[in-house]
């Protein structure tokens, strides 16, 4: 017998000892018959094509998974969904590197060093969810649920994990929203009820053609954009926005300018680029609105800048202009000049009269037009409100609002979907919510609603944070008291003891890094962390895990079923399915909310009721089927009316193919429509997505010119420029709930309010400044001299924080924001060209990064600038702020940033999670731009931390 | 020979133990309770170093399990980059991932001997415990064929062991060793890396 190996004889009666080998030894294979064996092997190679959604960016692309042995092979764009279109970007189709990541979180774990340390050990499922559910229930016996926070951090999937918190008791569930752009969202929210505006560019559309079909319509209308603070080009929330843009200026002569103080990817295919001082948006936009206002001359046609019909759909536009105009009588202390005229913008803003003139003359009478402020703009300031409120108002007069080729709404008429103030979501959510429960007032028992024990909402901060406030959260972990002001627990107190975060990195983007680390492990006099319970729930290594105390893998966006439907121009949903197992030991959150409930439960907690949770959802497709029960929920409006079959303004539920065909019934009392309801499957057999037609002018009845009242969504159903106002003897409009309590608890005016001296909410269009601003707010101009640069934000659409862990994207340059100004490095990569033999397998060599040679996260600023202050790029600086925090990083110099201000990106540097790739090991010469924004500067009315405020100033390292 | 093949299976299962996960009570006690090896070849004495550690007096046999896992999870797991990621796919593909066509031709090799993971599709099939667990079967098939005097069997299976261990695990190893070598890692598992080097890039001729 030819045998060869070596014998290891010498050890046998060594290891004949270890009995615990053969009693408790660990099998991961299992045999299989030869004929099993065979069939499986013969199964093999196979494709099949999934459809699927992306899920590394918040864009969540359709895509097309092609899967072989149970692995994702390839990935494609879901040609069939109007949002991408079939287009998949470089991010996108880079999945199997995170799927597939050797450094994903594949275990549940429990630390065992100090928060942050990194120390931890694997455990079991069962080990892991005993050690939460146990801490839950103690918590909640001994402070309330409400002490525990559950933040599902990215917006997706977070249904199931709202369902369980607001179930078990708490009402603070938030998502990552809260620290995205609310100041943004804020005006479409008063006005029309909804959130982001963005032009009429998702393309294409399915229109309603006069003889009964369908259209498949790929033209662009749109003659203008301004996009002010926005970069589409690389932050690709709003993916068709890109392609769009350059669809509509090829295809349609569109011109569109840019306002941005950097020199952005968008910019720099603009008609124009106006690079102001940072935090001057909304003085651009009351200029731009003042001089439309003032100019306007309806028997002109080089002058007919405002529609007026925009009236008839509209409440409360004379109390709003009156409101506007009355500020222009006074003299701005910070310049001497009367508000919003042109001459006051330009001084503020630091550009001329004439380009403010431009933009205002432009923007009107080139129509359709689209004003589009982003997260950079009205997004991450103190005083964005304003400038989202102003915005909204530029577009409506203009008649720009749902017309083809102007701005639509992106939220209010997409599905129905999850979440809260939705279909499903809101019902069974506000089943937990309204539920009854009394607390001890002053020694008192005082019975009230669950949502009333709410940290924000009742709270006495910010009450009409709709959308949550996260980055106040480092004070109550450090044991400040959630105080109750306003409702049925007026005068409650309770501490916050648990964290549960979702897909979020909030100690890096939380608010000011610095803050997140110092919260998260500060301790009371016995030594025991003040939070007494964090965890952290992922399919990413990311630095928020360093501080859990137990981590749990969850699947990856590939191995779970949800629904996508970002921000389309209809009602547009597509499935997320799950085209993989999930890997490893992770599980989907719908078993993750199975295991903890049952887990509760069986320590005795009788608020949850199996009947809502694991006997109902045995599987996540009847989750997710009843995420959208009803859908798409949405009225039978606009022009051309979607479904002329049907009675105009009745809600249309069911598949966009049983609606067509007429299986439908018809319920005149309810006003619906209701054809056969959407599931998972249904989606499986027809490419993944459902589709309904596309119509504009959704605010006015088809065939004549007046409001239909069942769309926008607000209380009057019409465009509402006042947003506290008597209809009969019933108070409406979006702030007057928020009043209401304010006045019933004796006018206690919430703290975010004080901070700007109102009162209460305002009844119409209001107005302050922005903080840390020398060239606005007069209370910061001490600062200017010392303080010389506004630092503003951005980010880097392929180096955020999860594709950070992707490492071939990561070398790609970007803006002055990312750039290859490596110190020399070695790492493992792959070898790029195979050596030897042909079939030689391909080998991952360590390999030396030359100085310069590998992109990381810079410090961008203008040549003049840098030239006086003796920088060069590559200059390593530390950038300072008035509050004495710095953070370090090398300079990027080019003409293509306005001089005074320096741009940071998002996440991009000083990243101290080793689960960072290659970004880890630059960690010391990259900055990390929270680390140097004001912990206590939150925006006054939805307390979101001023990312883009902040004033610094630079040295040499 | 049989005696051979029973010591070569018995080292397969105690490495596939050691690196399937953290090691538990039993086994450290067991381990504990073992007489160490005194020769001085690189198997024995890298066996000696963990029954030293298993043994070690005075130290709370709690304390130490705990201080195991947490370095096999530094070692193999997370939640920082884990230095020594477990698959081979990491180490042989041009990706650096896991499931990889590499993986998937592991696949094929343990259908072709009618094995399967037991954990198909979520575990990659190429995890050092599996294929240890693996060539652990191949060699019990083996011990199960030359007991039955079928030769022709016991033939077909070393061949299938020889070319797993030459045209797979020998490719890989070396660099998971040395991973695990530049780790700074608890003489643990420095011990068992040794062992399983030594186990699969050392080929001797057997004297039947």
Known sequence: ?957 | MLNAIKSEQQLYKFLQRVFAREVDAAFIADLAATQPPEDDDVVSEALARMIDVAGEEGKDRNALLEELAVEYARLFIGPRNPPAIPFASFYLSESRALMTDETIAVRKIYLANNMVVENLYSTPDDHIAIELEFLAHLSGAMIEALVAGNSERTNELENARELFIKEHLQQWIPSFVEAIDNANPHPFYQGAAHILEEVIMTQEPLSV
């Open chain 1, 1 to 957: 017998m030819d045998v060869s190996r070596r014998v290891f004889l010498k050890v046998t009666g060594t290891l004949t000892g270890i009995a615990a080998l053969e009693s408790s030894g660990i099998s991961l294979l299992k045999k299989l018959t030869p004929n099993e064996a065979q069939a499986m092997e013969k199964g093999m190679a196979a494709y099949q094509v999934k459809y699927s959604a992306d899920c590394m960016c918040p864009s969540e692309c359709g895509l097309e998974f092609w899967v072989k042995d149970g692995k994702v092979q390839k990935i494609y764009g879901n040609p069939h969904v109007p949002f991408n279109d079939g287009i998949v970007c470089a991010k996108g189709a880079s999945g199997m590197q995170l799927i597939y990541s050797p450094n994903r979180l594949k275990y549940p774990m429990i630390r065992t060093g100090e928060r942050g340390e990194g120390k931890f050990k694997r455990v079991t499922w069962s080990e892991a969810i005993e050690y939460i559910a146990d801490k839950l229930v103690k918590i909640k016996k001994e402070y309330g649920p409400e002490a525990i926070i559950m933040d599902t951090g990215d917006v997706t999937d977070r249904d199931q994990y709202w369902r369980l918190f607001f179930g078990f008791g708490t009402p603070n569930c938030v998502e990552h929203g809260s620290i995205c752009d609310t100041p943004r969202r804020h005006g479409p929210k008063l006005i029309v009820g909804g959130k982001r505006w963005e032009p009429d560019l998702m393309r294409p559309v399915y229109v309603r053609q006069p003889d009964g079909s369908l259209k498949k319509d790929m033209s662009y209308q749109t003659k203008f954009i301004l996009y002010c603070g926005w970069n589409p080009f690389v932050a690709t929330r709003i993916m068709y926005e890109n392609r769009g843009t350059v669809g509509a200026k090829v295809d349609n002569g569109c011109k569109y300018y840019v306002i941005d103080p950097s020199y952005s990817n968008t910019a720099s295919l603009a008609d124009k680029w106006i690079a102001p001082r940072a935090g001057t948006d909304n003085d651009i936009f009351a200029a731009m609105l003042r001089y439309i206002l003032e100019n306007d001359n309806q028997n002109d046609p080089n002058r007919k800048y405002i529609d007026w019909d925009f009236k008839k759909y509209s409440k409360g536009w004379d109390e709003f202009a009156a409101a506007f105009k009355s500020w222009w009588a006074k003299k701005d202390p910070i310049n001497g000049l009367s508000y919003f005229s042109v001459e006051w913008a330009a001084e503020r803003a630091g550009i001329t009269k004439e380009e403010i003139v431009d933009l205002a003359h432009t923007f009107g009478i080139t129509k359709p037009a689209a004003v589009i402020w982003g997260m950079q703009s009205p997004g991450h300031h103190y005083n964005g409100y304003p400038g989202s409120i102003l915005g909204v108002a530029l577009n409506v007069i203009t008649g720009n609002f749902d017309a083809p080729g102007g701005v639509l709404d992106t939220e209010i008429m997409k599905w129905g979907k999850g979440g809260k103030g939705r279909e499903f979501s809101f019902v069974e959510n506000a089943k937990f919510n309204d539920r009854k429960v009394k607390r001890m007032v002053n020694g008192k028992e005082v019975e009230g609603k669950q949502s009333e024990l709410n940290k924000d909402h009742y709270g006495s901060k910010y009450p009409a944070a709709w959308d949550d406030v996260v980055g106040d959260y480092p004070e109550f972990f450090e044991g400040k008291e959630v105080q109750i002001r306003y409702g049925a627990f007026r005068g409650y107190k309770y501490p916050i003891k648990a964290y549960i975060l979702r897909t979020g990195n909030s100690v890096v983007s939380g608010s000011a890094t610095w803050r997140w680390k110092e919260a998260l492990t500060a301790k009371d006099s016995k030594g025991n962390y003040k939070l007494a319970l964090n965890v952290f729930i992922d399919t990413l290594n990311l630095e928020s895990a360093l501080y859990a105390d137990v981590i749990l893998p969850e699947a990856s966006y590939a191995e779970r079923v949800s629904w996508s439907d970002i921000y389309p121009s209809m009602p547009l949903g597509y499935l997320r399915d799950a085209v993989i197992k999930p890997l490893h030991e992770s599980k989907n959150p719908t078993e993750i909310m199975n295991l903890l409930a049952k887990k509760m439960y069986e320590l005795g907690d009788r608020d949850i009721k199996p009947g809502d949770f694991w006997e109902r959802y045995k599987d996540e497709d009847t989750f997710a089927t009843d995420l959208i029960l009803g859908t798409p929920g949405k009225p039978n409006i606009g022009t051309p009316l979607p479904y002329p079959q049907y009675p105009e303004g009745y809600t249309l539920r069911g598949t966009p193919d049983s609606l067509e065909k007429g299986n439908v019934k018809i319920n005149h009392d309810k006003k619906e429509v209701v054809g056969e309801q959407v599931t998972p499957a249904w989606m499986r057999k027809n490419n993944g997505v459902a589709i309904w037609p596309m119509s504009w002018k959704r605010y006015k009845k088809v065939n004549s010119d007046e409001p239909n009242k069942v769309w926008p969504p607000t209380d009057s159903k019409m465009i509402e420029f006042v947003w506290d106002y008597k209809d009969g003897d019933k108070r409406k409009g979006r702030y007057s709930k928020y009043n209401a309590l304010i006045e019933k608890a004796g006018n206690e005016t919430p703290e975010g309010l004080k901070e700007i001296g109102f009162p209460k909410f305002p009844e119409t269009f209001y107005w302050f400044e922005t903080v840390w601003n020398p060239y606005t707010n007069p209370a910061y101009k001490k600062y200017a001299k010392d303080y010389p640069f506004q630092l503003i934000t951005g980010r880097i659409h392929h180096s955020m924080t999860g594709t950070q862990m992707v490492p071939w994207l990561g070398e790609v340059k970007a803006e002055g924001l990312w750039q290859p100004l490596n110190n020399e490095f070695e790492t493992d990569i792959p070898e790029s060209m195979p050596k030897g033999t042909a079939d030689a397998p391909m080998r991952t060599v360590k390999m030396k990064f030359k100085a310069n040679t590998y992109s990381v996260g810079t410090i961008w600023m203008n040549t003049g600038d840098a030239n006086n202050l003796g920088l060069k790029t590559g200059t390593l600086v530390v950038v300072e702020n008035p509050l004495g925090k710095s953070t370090k990083g090398k300079v990027y110099v080019s003409g293509g940033i306005r001089p005074g201000v320096v741009k940071i990106a998002f996440g991009s540097g000083g990243r101290f999670s080793p689960g960072m790739g290659a970004a880890y090991k630059s960690k010391d010469y990259t900055p990390d731009c929270n680390n140097l924004i004001d912990p206590k500067a939150l925006s006054p009315i939805m307390g979101q931390s001023a990312y883009a405020d902040m004033i610094v100033r630079i040295r040499k390292a």
